[in-house]
């Protein structure tokens, strides 16, 4: 089984992943990262050349995610990540929001699947790179994902990973385990289960649920995709590698995060100029963090209420201390 790190726009851009990777790595065969959308005139902004410089993701194989429902502009963007060296690609068809929905991509995509087949069949004639898709399962309706299913199976995927919820459902509610399982009989690409993995017992409870179900294909998911599992655990991805390949896994993962914090903090404020940006980005994390920190209600308030570095950090240094 490979284990990746899921994209999550505004949160895992490359300064979190290069942390992520330097202290918690072991075990990430790979980093996605949040989605680019091309655009018209130029090739990329300054924030997305920082995303996507080789300096910035040395060591650890990362794949760039686009964010298009037009394929002259995949094969632009193609060739302008290739000039970076970028040989793999992720396509999104799951952004659920708004404004990605109502112009058609994303989850959006989903909506009209002669389109979207029409769109990969001129990728794939024309693109000389390793393409995977990260999909939800429809709009509105699991069912969907039939004839979904039916048009990625024409094309020779890197990998399909899906995310067995629907547009409508954004990240909420139980996934749809059995509309993954219905993957696992009829996809004929490998397959990347993705959402609401948080425990090793989350990922047993999984592999159980496939291995009860005759039909099922085990040997064709080839990875998992975690994301805001990581964001709450920074050590999951280790711990489930751990776990799979039969290793203990209870490491003392928790001693790490005052680093991997400071680390943050420390990079976060090289990036931006003043600490309103610096707050902001780790008060985001600490939304999934503090689960890790029963009892520390007042602190995480705190830390939800600080103004200035100083305060923030002094919030911080009380909930570390236990
Ligand atoms: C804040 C946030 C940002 C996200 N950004 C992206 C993104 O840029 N591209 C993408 O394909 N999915 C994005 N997602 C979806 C995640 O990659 C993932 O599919 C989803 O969170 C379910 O997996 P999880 O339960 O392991 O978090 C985002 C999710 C969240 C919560």
């Known amino acids: 089984m490979k284990f990746y790190l899921a994209p999550l726009e505004g949160i895992t851009g490359y300064i979190y992943r290069n942390a992520q990777h330097d202290f918690f790595g072991a075990g990430i065969d790979k980093y996605f990262m949040p989605f680019l959308a091309p655009h018209t005139k130029r090739s990329f902004n300054a924030k997305e050349k920082n995303d996507i410089l080789p300096e910035h993701n040395a060591g650890m194989y990362a794949v760039p995610q686009i964010l298009t429902n037009s394929a002259a502009d995949f094969?632009?963007?193609?060739?302008?990540?290739?000039?970076?060296?970028?040989?793999?690609?992720?396509?999104?068809?799951g952004c659920?929001?708004?404004?990605?929905?109502?112009?058609?991509?994303?989850?959006?995509?989903?909506?009209?699947?002669?389109?979207?087949?029409?769109?990969?069949?001129?990728?794939?004639s024309?693109?000389?790179?390793?393409?995977?898709?990260?999909?939800?399962?429809?709009?509105?309706?699991?069912?969907?994902?039939?004839?979904?299913?039916?048009?990625?199976?024409?094309?020779?995927?890197?990998?399909l990973i899906v995310h067995p919820r629907v547009q409508k459902e954004l990240y909420r509610g139980t996934p749809h385990y059995e509309t993954f399982r219905y993957a696992m009989e009829h996809s004929k690409n490998p397959l990347c289960y993705n959402g609401d993995l948080v425990s090793?017992?989350?990922?047993?409870?999984?592999?159980?649920?496939?291995?009860?179900?005759?039909?099922?294909?085990?040997?064709?998911?080839?990875?998992?995709?975690?994301?805001?599992?990581?964001?709450?655990?920074?050590?999951?991805?280790?711990?489930?590698?751990?776990?799979?390949?039969g290793e203990a896994?209870?490491?003392?993962?928790?001693?790490?995060?005052?680093?991997?914090?400071?680390?943050?903090?420390?990079?976060?404020?090289?990036?931006?100029s003043g600490d309103q940006n610096v707050l902001f980005k780790m008060k985001e994390l600490w939304s999934y963090l503090i689960v890790r920190f029963p009892g520390k209600e007042k602190e995480?308030?705190?830390?939800?209420?600080?103004?200035?570095?100083?305060?923030?950090?002094?919030?911080v240094r009380r909930v570390f201390s236990e």
Not at 127 to 155: A, H, Q
Not at 259 to 266: K, N
Not at 300 to 315: D, G, V
Request: hydrophobic share 40%; charged share 35%.
């Open 300 to 315: 995480a308030k705190a830390i939800r209420k600080a103004k200035r570095l100083e305060e923030y950090q002094a919030a």
């Open 249 to 272: 896994y209870g490491t003392d993962a928790k001693k790490k995060l005052p680093a991997f914090h400071d680390r943050l903090v420390a990079d976060y404020g090289k990036e931006f």
């Open 75 to 93: 094969l632009r963007i193609e060739k302008d990540l290739g000039a970076f060296g970028y040989r793999e690609l992720n396509i999104n068809l």
């Open 126 to 159: 024309k693109t000389e790179v390793k393409i995977s898709l990260k999909t939800r399962i429809g709009m509105e309706e699991p069912e969907e994902f039939f004839r979904l299913l039916e048009i990625y199976n024409k094309y020779p995927l890197e990998e």
């Open 200 to 245: 090793v017992d989350s990922y047993v409870n999984l592999l159980t649920d496939w291995e009860k179900e005759q039909a099922c294909d085990r040997a064709k998911v080839t990875s998992v995709m975690v994301g805001r599992g990581v964001l709450k655990d920074p050590a999951l991805i280790e711990k489930l590698a751990a776990y799979a390949s």
């Open 96 to 124: 659920p929001s708004g404004t990605v929905v109502s112009k058609g991509r994303g989850a959006g995509f989903l909506a009209s699947p002669e389109k979207l087949d029409q769109f990969l069949e001129e990728i794939f």
